[in-house]
């Protein structure tokens, strides 16, 4: 394997090469320093330790011509692991905002990034601020976030929107083209991001589960038809907003919903369970019951492409790509630079993925 990396600041660059038990290294095209290992066990840990420590020190690696499983480009965004890592993509490109909280919640910067890894800081919010989840809609230029259960809307000028009146111990955000969705504290509520207008709204209560964290998510099909939401940890609901029915759908395990999403074509709906469970559920829409022959386990995290088949999972250190109409994994493999966790967010073309160790990549797929 052969890696070029680039400071961000400079020109300099920093050359790898990793063959078996030897590893070769040189700085700006200068002289190779060569070191060879008693096993291939030792040189790959060397290697990768030497690549995470350049990332560290501001370079970035690229590679415009990666294959698949492998990344265009690699950075190492910053240190401070909050337990969140919202990647937002915005639509028909393969670019994507990353939020990172500074120091000690001094501020949260949030930066947009392309395929190249050129980072560019878009917004910054000063004081203390956690974002948990994130979702740009290019229809009204603004970017939704969910702010330590505060919804708010920051639009191109840097100005920040306020969507919700109070700061909840609760929260959910979803977004469909020009419709938002989230919780005011007693409704689940659609509205209009170009009108302002609220469209739907269903009274919702939030159910303790085990005894300290409150039970809501919530999420809108792509054509902005279908709200699906977990109030309850045995059961999800489907509401048709067109015909105001709605149903109720029993989950075989009792468990927290952490987070859901539909397929491209809306036919299927995916709900990651914790406390109970820690499968990716999946639901046919057509005949409102699970999918039983979709089974996984200890899926950390998932994302849905919005316009093609597409479904990639995060488990046992390992990101699965899986087409949503033949059901068959196409890609599989281990990200680098993750300790046990990580985010995902499909582009155009690519999957970003945002680790716990504070590296963000890009992947080709």
């Given at each position: 394997?052969?890696?070029?990396?680039?400071?961000?600041?400079?020109?300099?660059?920093?050359?790898?090469?990793?063959?078996?038990?030897?590893?070769?290294?040189?700085?700006?095209?200068?002289?190779?320093?060569?070191?060879?290992?008693?096993?291939?066990?030792?040189?790959?840990?060397?290697?990768k330790k030497e690549m995470?420590?350049?990332?560290?020190?501001?370079?970035?690696?690229?590679?415009?011509?990666?294959?698949p499983g492998t990344p265009l480009f690699?950075?190492?965004?910053?240190?401070?692991?909050?337990?969140?890592?919202?990647l937002a993509a915005v639509s028909g490109t393969n670019q994507f905002y990353a939020g990172y909280v500074v120091g000690q919640f001094e501020k949260e910067e949030i930066y947009l990034l392309d395929e190249q890894g050129q980072k560019q800081l878009t917004w910054e919010?000063?004081?203390?601020?956690?974002?948990?989840?994130?979702?740009?809609?290019?229809?009204?230029?603004?970017?939704?976030?969910?702010?330590?259960?505060?919804?708010?809307?920051?639009?191109?000028?840097?100005?920040?929107?306020?969507?919700?009146?109070?700061?909840?111990?609760h929260s959910t955000l979803s977004l469909a083209g020009n419709h938002g969705?989230?919780?005011?504290?007693?409704?689940?509520?659609?509205?209009?991001?170009?009108?302002?207008e609220r469209l739907y709204q269903r009274e919702a209560t939030p159910?303790?589960?085990?005894?300290?964290?409150?039970?809501?998510?919530?999420?809108?099909?792509?054509?902005?038809?279908?709200?699906?939401?977990?109030?309850?940890?045995?059961?999800?609901?489907?509401?048709?907003?067109?015909?105001?029915?709605?149903?109720?759908?029993?989950?075989?395990?009792?468990?927290?919903?952490?987070?859901?999403?539909?397929?491209?074509?809306?036919?299927?709906?995916?709900?990651?369970?914790q406390y109970g469970s820690w499968?990716?559920?999946?639901y046919d829409m057509n005949t409102l019951t699970r999918r039983s022959e979709w089974k996984t386990e200890h899926v950390r995290s998932f994302a849905v492409h919005p316009s093609k088949p597409l479904l990639a999972l995060f488990s046992f250190g390992t990101v699965e790509l899986y087409h949503t109409e033949s059901w068959q994994r196409i890609l599989e493999f281990r990200p680098e630079h993750v300790v046990k966790n990580c985010n995902l967010v499909f582009t155009k073309d690519y999957l970003a993925l945002y680790s716990d160790y504070g590296c963000i990549s890009l992947y080709a797929i």
């Open positions: 394997m052969s890696r070029l990396f680039q400071d961000s600041n400079s020109d300099k660059t920093w050359k790898i090469d990793w063959d078996g038990n030897r590893v070769v290294m040189s700085n700006n095209g200068g002289k190779p320093r060569e070191k060879m290992f008693d096993d291939l066990e030792a040189a790959a840990k060397y290697a995470w420590n350049k990332l560290k020190k501001g370079f970035i690696y690229r590679n415009d011509k990666a294959a690699q950075l190492y965004i910053g240190a401070g692991y909050t337990g969140f890592m919202p919010l000063a004081g203390n601020h956690l974002i948990y989840d994130m979702f740009y809609c290019p229809e009204a230029g603004e970017l939704l976030i969910n702010d330590s259960h505060q919804i708010s809307g920051i639009s191109a000028d840097g100005s920040v929107r306020s969507c919700t009146s109070f700061t909840y111990h969705l989230w919780y005011d504290g007693t409704y689940l509520v659609v509205t209009d991001l170009l009108t302002q159910e303790i589960v085990n005894g300290h964290s409150p039970q809501l998510c919530a999420a809108l099909s792509g054509n902005g038809r279908l709200m699906a939401y977990c109030t309850h940890p045995d059961e999800i609901i489907i509401c048709d907003m067109e015909t105001s029915s709605t149903h109720s759908i029993a989950k075989d395990i009792s468990a927290m919903t952490a987070a859901m999403d539909f397929s491209a074509d809306d036919r299927y709906l995916f709900t990651q369970e499968e990716l559920a999946c």
